[in-house]
């Protein structure tokens, strides 16, 4: 027979440890909560990397914005851009900026605007012009700035090329085939007569002296391009021919 004491003990041992299971869940719901900081914290950190906040003069905004925007008639317009870097030197880059665009503010007859990428540590922005002062004769002129953005600094034509393994020879090699390609496709397509106009004439209309001269290069899809403006208009009308693409010239991948 068990006494009244004993019968006490077993019936406290058979009841549930209510007290250990409510200790575990605490530990578990902790163990979850901590989780999704460290991964809302990751998030925050990539995206804080990744988007170069810690770089930004203007947290809100994008790493490359317009600052100044102007419709300038149906036609036309001007936008210029800002580079969003907290740097003396990118300080000196926008004052460029601002001041290769200048000629373009608020004229009805000019068209400016702007593009960028991101590759890797390189920023790449650039700006495109039209001068319409001679709407049968449009200027076509290009600028662009590469960027460091772990050095803050602004990448040379000669640290660029040699990123990609290559000297400005090769660059101008790739410019002179594009412009040979051009000139037989539209031998091909009717634009031109060789007899009437052969290579150097096609050169001439488009007022290139040097492959290698005015060329402004530019990251893309990491590949190296290079944008060289000339003129697309002549007296058989190739300003039907020639895109706006084609000022864009790849160089290397």
């Keep these: ?3 009244v004491e004993e019968d006490k003990k077993v019936l406290e041992n058979k009841k549930p440890k209510k007290d250990s299971k409510l200790k575990n869940k605490k530990i578990i719901i902790l163990g979850i909560v901590l989780l999704v900081i460290i991964i809302i ?3 925050g950190y990539i995206y804080y990397q990744n988007n170069y906040v810690y770089l930004k003069e203007d947290k809100g905004k994008d790493i490359v914005y317009t600052i100044y925007q102007r419709k300038n008639n149906s036609k036309s317009y001007t936008e210029v851009p800002k580079i969003n870097i907290k740097s003396s030197k990118i300080k000196k880059i926008n004052s460029d900026i601002y001041k290769t665009m200048g000629k373009f503010l608020g004229k009805d007859t000019n068209t400016s605007f702007y593009s960028y990428e ?3 540590d390189i920023l790449s922005l650039v700006l495109e012009m039209i001068d319409y002062s001679d709407p049968d004769v449009p200027k076509f002129s290009f600028k662009t700035y590469n960027i460091d953005l772990e050095k803050v600094e602004e990448v040379s034509d000669k ?6 393994g290559i000297n400005k020879k090769y660059a101008e090699n790739k410019i002179e ?3 040979k390609y051009f000139y037989k496709d539209e031998l091909k397509k009717g634009y031109l007569d060789k007899n ?7 050169l001439e209309y488009r007022n290139i002296d040097s492959y ?3 060329l402004e290069y530019y990251v893309s899809d990491s590949k190296l391009y290079a944008y060289k403006a000339f003129d697309v208009v002549s007296l058989y009308h190739e300003e039907n021919y020639f895109k706006e693409k084609d000022f864009l010239f790849f160089i290397a991948k």
């Design 1 to 3: 027979m068990f006494s």
């Design 41 to 43: 914290g990751y998030i």
């Design 118 to 120: 991101i590759n890797g």
């Design 159 to 164: 640290e660029l090329l040699k990123i990609y």
């Design 177 to 179: 085939n594009k412009f």
């Design 196 to 202: 009437e106009c052969d290579y150097d004439c096609f």
């Design 212 to 214: 290698s001269s005015d």
